[in-house]
């Protein structure tokens, strides 16, 4: 009888989060290719079958063990209620490397300036189930809308206040509405069926996947420098250094001089490069980094 090959069943997220899940994938090591046509798409890992979910349903999909494991926002985790294992928080988003946030945000000149003003009004938002969780916490009796879209422009017409996703506000702004309070912070997070986690090929695969997504996000905002310094100007060059560990040192075949290798913070180059150069460091390389693995 044939012996059925082990597979790991995983979620990507269709929608916002699509393009920056698969290029993160790629710089983990996995190479995938996506048909305009096709919710499946193929991992070059023969132990991975994939299906493009929106975030806004993968819980619960994980949940049921239909996939073994996706990745959503925690906040269509809390929207949905889902018992699922949460494996790793992953701090990216559309459009870089923060949490977003759930906003209830108003007219700017609307008199509504806190939460209690929203007693008695309509608020459109597509968090309905976490929004009206929050507001009842609060004791706050309101009538929330589900929202299809372009829920930015329902105040003041079609609704009071909203209840909508934002990373930078630029959105928020040019549609001419302002802030009155972050209801929800929400990040990437790697969630897991709990009978799968408790297989061990599967909690191993997804351990690994895991390990390596987080590898290729540490690496999204360091670069790694090499350079060469003479043994007299080696102290002071290193003292410029800000490495996530000591710096690497070796020996080159030139006597008296060395070659230091280092992990910075990309921010960080454009300012030290010259304070490198004006203490002694020649040759010196700025390269960047795919992955890095504490």
């Not at 209840?163 to 630029?170: H, N, P, R």
């Not at 090499?226 to 040192?249: E, G, Q, Y």
Request: aromatic share 6%.
């Amino acid at each position: 009888m044939k012996t059925r090959k082990k597979m790991l069943n995983i979620g990507l997220p269709k929608g916002s989060l699509q393009e920056s899940t698969l290029k993160l994938f790629r710089k983990a090591g996995y190479h995938i290719s996506v048909s305009s046509r096709s919710y499946y798409p193929v991992f070059d890992d023969p132990e991975i079958e994939s299906m493009l979910i929106r975030a806004q349903e993968m819980a619960r999909y994980v949940e049921d063990g239909i996939l073994d494991c996706g990745l959503t926002g925690y906040d269509w985790i809390m929207e949905q209620g889902a018992e699922v294992k949460e494996v790793a928080e992953l701090n990216y988003a559309k459009e870089g490397l923060r949490p977003v946030r759930w906003v209830v945000a108003v007219p700017v000149e609307s008199k509504i300036h806190s939460l209690k003003d929203l007693r008695g009004k309509r608020i459109a938002t597509e968090l309905v189930g976490f929004t009206r969780r929050y507001l009842k916490a609060k004791k706050i009796d309101a009538e929330i809308d589900f929202s299809w879209g372009a829920t930015e422009v329902k105040p003041p017409h079609l609704a009071d206040a909203i209840v909508e996703l934002t990373e930078t506000g630029s959105s928020l702004r040019a549609n001419n509405l302002r802030i009155v309070e972050t209801i929800l912070e929400s990040s990437t997070r790697f969630i897991a069926n709990r009978k799968a986690w408790q297989d061990p090929w599967k909690r191993q695969k997804m351990e690994n996947i895991v390990m390596l997504l987080k590898g290729a996000l540490a690496a999204e905002e360091k670069v790694g420098m090499k350079m060469n310094v003479s043994k007299k100007d080696l102290k002071r060059v290193m003292s410029l250094l800000p490495a996530m560990h000591s710096p690497t040192i070796s020996a080159l075949s030139d006597a008296g001089w060395y070659d230091l290798d280092v992990v910075i913070d990309e921010k960080m180059v454009r300012d030290l490069i010259p304070r490198l150069k004006k203490a002694g460091a020649a040759g010196i390389v700025e390269y960047q980094l795919n992955k890095v693995i504490p």
